[in-house]
């Protein structure tokens, strides 16, 4: 005999959970819920539902079994839950949302999945689809404490507020935020795709003057504001980059003591397992990143000058409410010199001091292209100017000069006013060059004007401040 510490129970258990769920989405699909409000034999549910008699009756007891029906003698009626949820009679009917989420997060291709690398064509999840199915859901204690939570944080209804939803799906969030605040405002920023739904949507409720539909991507796009509520909700996957840089772009578009929702659930810090790692593996093996860990979320939200003031858990629901307050905000001035000194280095060792704009013709160094840019953007500049400019000396300058002169990028001709030196100005070469190199500039440093645009004007006098004081201390250094 085999002795045995464990016990299989568990996979046995298992077994029995994925046959519920087997015989839960068959009796959805057929719909027979919707049919048992009232107490109802198994012939009148078979006529119904175009099923037969004998096997409907085994189907029943089946349901009766894992407590989804009760049976009181010949006759079948709905558990209250299923009632309340799997009946299409219900304001709050799930039966469709949570077919489309088996749907969606499906399992049944694992095994191929795991054999193959990520398609790398991003996730395949329909979040039109998911945003119309989700509206009953939300109603299902989302909304509720939502309302709760902005009840008790802004008591008067005639407040005028103006929010904004990042990623908002359906925006059902706002559509009940301006039911109780009539004259406040709310934004909604989606996906163009997606913000089809969500404006037809609003349109639906009559609400398209009070809500704000905007279609684009919160990772590049400007957030303008400010806000005094910003939603963050099963968003933060989609957070691209820096999730640091991100939050400081969110905290930028906040009002001073203005709040930050974040909703959903997360490890507790990068060693743990995600919570709901499995509900969303189907996402993560087509391309969908890991969610940040709680700590983490924590630690930059800590360094962007949020508070945490409310952990906020009812049932499925977990929410984390965060206040803006930058009266306590300090950053070490040794963290200021270390992001400096990195930047410096990281332009110093950067791959792309050569730039190649797609031909040799168009092959630059850093400092040429440079002063393509001032010459195309000050026509008719002198040498000593452009040396004064960058910091280096005349015959620097002028080899350089000479050099795009050679190439047919440059002309140079002579001041009328002063024989002794010549004004600069761009052949049509050196246009070409000029606007490859600005196409090249708007791409790549999109990210960065965005950033600055969503920047306060006395954060960036700060930023300008330092600077200067770094250019000027290394003009004076010998
Ligand atoms: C999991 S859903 C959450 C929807 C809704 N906030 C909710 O909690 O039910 C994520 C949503 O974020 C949107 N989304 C993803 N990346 C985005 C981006 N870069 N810019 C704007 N919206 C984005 C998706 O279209 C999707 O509707």
Redesign the pocket.
């Known amino acids: 005999m085999y002795a045995i510490e464990d016990s299989p129970s568990r996979y046995y258990q298992i077994m029995r959970h994925y046959q519920e769920g087997q015989l839960l989405f068959a009796a959805i699909r057929l719909d027979l819920f919707s049919f048992l409000d009232t107490p109802q034999r198994a012939e009148e549910i078979a006529e119904a539902t175009g099923c037969d008699k004998i096997q409907m009756d085994f189907m029943l007891l089946s349901l009766v079994s894992c407590g989804f029906v009760h049976k009181q003698g010949d006759f079948y009626i709905n558990a209250s839950e299923t009632k309340s949820f799997l009946s299409r009679n219900s304001k709050v009917f799930l039966g469709d949302t949570l077919l489309f989420r088996e749907k969606m997060t499906s399992l049944s291709l694992l095994e191929e999945k795991v054999k193959a690398p990520p398609a790398g064509n991003g996730p395949s ?1 329909d ?2 689809e ?2 119309r199915l ?1 509206i009953p ?2 109603y299902t204690g ?1 909304v509720q404490v939502f309302m709760d939570k902005i009840g008790k944080l802004y008591p008067n209804n005639s407040d005028t507020l103006h929010i904004l ?6 925006g ?2 706002d559509i009940e935020f301006i039911k109780q605040f009539p004259n406040s405002k709310a934004t909604i ?3 163009p ?3 089809k739904v ?1 404006r037809e949507i609003v349109q639906q409720h009559h609400m398209q003057q009070k809500i704000d539909v905007i ?7 400007p957030l303008d504001g400010p806000y005094d509520f910003i ?5 933060l ?4 980059g820096d999730l640091s840089v991100f939050m400081e772009k969110l905290s930028d578009a906040l009002k001073d003591g203005g709040y930050l929702f974040i ?2 659930q997360f490890a507790e810090d990068k060693n743990s397992v995600p919570a709901n790692m499995i509900s969303w593996l189907s996402g993560f093996l087509e391309g969908i990143p890991l969610p940040p860990s709680a700590k983490e979320i924590e630690t930059v939200l800590q360094k962007s000058g949020f508070n945490l003031a409310e952990r906020i858990k009812v049932s499925l629901f977990e929410g984390h409410l965060y206040q803006k307050d930058r009266r306590n905000l300090s950053v070490p001035s040794s963290e200021v010199i270390d992001s400096f000194i990195m930047l410096t280095e990281r332009i110093a060792n950067s791959k792309t001091n050569v730039l190649d704009f797609g031909s040799e013709e168009m092959t630059f160094y850093r400092g040429e292209i440079h002063m393509i840019k001032t010459i195309g953007d000050y026509p008719g500049i002198h040498s000593a100017e452009l040396a004064r400019k960058y910091g280096i000396t005349r015959p620097v300058v002028h080899k350089t000069l000479q050099k795009l002169s050679e190439r047919g990028l440059i002309v140079k001709q002579d001041d009328p006013e002063d024989k002794k030196r010549y004004l600069l100005y761009l052949t049509e070469k050196g246009q070409t060059a000029y606007h490859a190199h600005k196409k090249y500039h708007d791409e790549y440093d999109k990210a960065l004007f965005d950033f600055l645009g969503d920047t306060s004007g006395d954060k960036l006098a700060a930023m300008k401040g330092f600077l200067d004081h770094a250019i000027s201390l290394i003009e004076h250094h010998s």
């Open positions: 999840y979040f039109s998911l945003a989700t859901e939300m989302r939803d990042l990623g908002g799906g359906a059902i969030l920023l989606e996906t795709e997606v913000s969500t279609s684009g991507d919160f990772n590049s796009d939603i963050a909700s099963g968003i996957n989609f957070v691209e909703i959903g």
